[in-house]
């Protein structure tokens, strides 16, 4: 059993799939105190976790459509603040190696190609911290070019796990949902609502093969806030 801690854009199908279905039989023993998997140490740091938990599901869900699979098992809503498991099994990098490796024998990949490097992992999240964090967004840019985070990507990818899970203030969401249309001009005038704004920029995408935006965790991330 695993759940990751690292966005469901870099899990190929095998992972997403598995992941979502493994989420599942958490919750379950979680909540109707099944014994099945009570011991073990994914469980056991989901204790105390389960709104954390649906808002994993929700973003594996978000994944999930964006790449065409239907979705038919719904968790409960999200109740209250979110309190996230204060311990990793494997760090945020150290996960994005196991992906790595486990990709490497069938050439699988996610929608999210894996980083190579802390300007790749940046690159990727940027447009979620925008929407989540606007000051620490302006402070990470500098960072990653020349400061502490250039050659520390561990340090990095912890930090940009930490900061998503926190719900995105509703200006900033729209904000930076408006600098992802900034990258899909061709396809007009732009939507004044923010959930619908959200749905042309991954269509524009797709359609458009804005490369840069389907490699974005923001292209999913973000429409479980709305």
């Not at 719904?74 to 311990?87: A, I, Y």
């Not at 402070?139 to 990507?153: L, Q, W």
């Not at 940009?160 to 900033?172: C, D, M, N, S, Y």
Request: glycine content about 8%.
């Amino acid at each position: 059993m695993r759940i990751w801690d690292v966005d469901p854009g870099y899990l190929a199908r095998q992972q997403l799939l598995g992941e979502h279905r493994e989420l599942h039989g958490l919750f379950n023993v979680l909540t109707m105190d099944k014994k099945g998997y009570a011991s073990h140490p994914e469980t056991k740091r989901w204790v105390g976790c389960i709104d954390a938990l649906i808002c994993r599901h929700d973003l594996l869900v978000s994944e999930m459509q964006m790449r065409g699979y239907n979705h038919h098992s719904p968790l409960s809503e999200r109740q209250g603040d979110l309190v996230w498991p204060s311990l990793y099994i494997d760090s945020p990098a150290r996960q994005l190696e196991l992906l790595a490796g486990k990709y490497a024998s069938d050439a699988r990949s996610g929608r999210i190609p894996l980083p190579k490097n802390s300007q790749q992992l940046w690159a990727q999240y940027k447009y979620s911290v925008m929407a989540h964090a606007p000051q620490l967004y302006r402070e990470i840019g500098p960072e990653v070019a020349h400061g502490s985070y250039r050659n520390d990507m561990g340090a990095l990818a912890l930090q940009l796990v930490e900061t998503v899970r926190k719900a995105p203030e509703p200006g900033h969401l729209f904000n930076a949902i408006q600098h992802m249309w900034g990258y899909a001009k061709e396809s007009g005038s732009p939507p004044s609502g923010t959930a619908e704004l959200l749905s042309a920029v991954q269509v524009a995408a797709t359609e458009e093969d804005k490369r840069y935006l389907i490699h974005s965790t923001a292209l999913c991330e973000l429409a479980i806030w709305i």
